[in-house]
């Protein structure tokens, strides 16, 4: 992308475009509930050093997604809290069956 997005209406779209693939979606919520769940193990036995877990599972499942499947880079190093708050978008529209409806509205293609 040669042009800086200037909001999240248009940043949407062009994250859920470099999703396309089933198989890096899968690896990106493998990381998102896995950083989840760490997040509130973190938090329930106050052992702080699970944040930096969460973090770091959360990325490497998503990074590992781009790297080898999409073949692309990371929005996170282009738009950080647009990334993080669209990867949570994302997991939560396809824990609610809602996800393929969404690239259906965007006219976006899938891919296996």
Same mark, same amino acid.
């Given at each position: 992308?040669?042009?800086? @997005?200037?909001?999240?209406?248009?940043?949407?779209?062009?994250?859920?475009?470099?999703?396309?693939?089933?198989?890096?979606?899968?690896?990106?919520?493998?990381? *998102?509930?896995?950083?989840?769940?760490? /997040?509130?193990?973190? @938090?329930? %036995?106050? *052992?702080?050093?699970?944040?930096?877990?969460?973090?770091?599972?959360?990325?490497?499942?998503?990074?590992?997604?781009?790297?080898? /499947?999409?073949?692309?880079?990371?929005? %996170?190093?282009?738009?950080?809290?647009?990334?993080?708050?669209?990867?949570?978008?994302?997991?939560?529209?396809?824990? *609610?069956?809602?996800?393929?409806?969404?690239? /259906?509205?965007?006219?976006?293609?899938?891919?296996?």
């Amino acid at each position: 992308m040669a042009e800086k @997005l200037q909001n999240y209406a248009a940043f949407w779209p062009y994250y859920l475009s470099e999703h396309q693939s089933a198989r890096s979606r899968r690896l990106h919520f493998i990381g *998102t509930a896995l950083g989840l769940c760490l /997040v509130f193990l973190a @938090l329930a %036995t106050q *052992t702080w050093w699970l944040l930096v877990a969460a973090l770091v599972s959360g990325y490497t499942f998503a990074w590992i997604g781009h790297a080898f /499947v999409e073949r692309n880079k990371p929005a %996170t190093f282009t738009y950080p809290f647009w990334s993080l708050l669209s990867d949570f978008r994302m997991f939560f529209l396809w824990m *609610t069956g809602r996800l393929e409806q969404e690239y /259906v509205r965007l006219g976006i293609d899938q891919r296996p």
